[in-house]
């Protein structure tokens, strides 16, 4: 079975993936369980999608009452399906794709004049990205105060707990993947 849109207007909308195994989508059924939690917590909501890949993560939120989505990778096999997903979906008005590379910094979302509610964060696995990603996210002053990070990461990579402007709130366990979730309190 091929990756699609879980639930909302969009639902079961098939979506392109990439062939090779530089970008790892997240599962049907790990991206159910996130929305489950987040509920309502979707609808309306300005979403910033870092490592985006597919833009399975964005694109589910946009289905199920999202305000606008900024993707953002800098993997050309990403940008690539990425554009094709939004188009097929025909989500251009909502969607807007940023090529960048988020190791350096985020300085790409702090000219986008807007501050957002919730954001995914889904990086290569085991690389050392999550803290330098949860760095520049809080130096980019772009979040709303309790905005919502969902991380998805690697059982051998665990969420810093030396950031004071991000508290974890929860985390699942599904296989060898941790979802965390996070406050921004700042």
Not at 50 to 69: D, K, Q
Not at 95 to 106: F, G, P, S, T, Y
């Amino acid at each position: 079975m091929g990756l699609r849109i879980i639930s909302g207007t969009l639902k079961g909308k098939k979506l392109y993936s990439v062939r090779d195994m530089s970008i790892r989508p997240t599962a049907d059924r790990l991206r159910e369980s996130i929305f489950n939690i987040l509920s309502q917590r979707v609808l309306d909501a300005v979403v910033l999608d870092l490592f985006a890949g597919t833009g399975a993560l964005g694109i589910e939120a946009l289905s199920r009452g999202a305000e606008s989505v900024v993707f953002v990778d800098n993997r050309k096999g990403a940008l690539s399906v990425l554009r094709r997903n939004i188009d097929s979906c025909m989500l251009d008005q909502k969607a807007n794709i940023v090529k960048w590379n988020i190791r350096q910094n985020l300085n790409c979302i702090r000219s986008k004049k807007q501050n957002f509610d919730l954001i995914f964060l889904d990086p290569p696995y085991d690389k050392n990205l999550i803290k330098s990603t949860l760095f520049n996210l809080d130096k980019s002053h772009s979040l709303k105060k309790g905005a919502c990070i969902v991380v998805e990461h690697s059982l051998f990579e665990p969420i810093p707990t030396d950031f004071f402007a991000f508290d974890l709130l929860d985390q699942r366990k599904h296989g060898k993947t941790l979802v965390s979730f996070l406050n921004y309190v700042i």
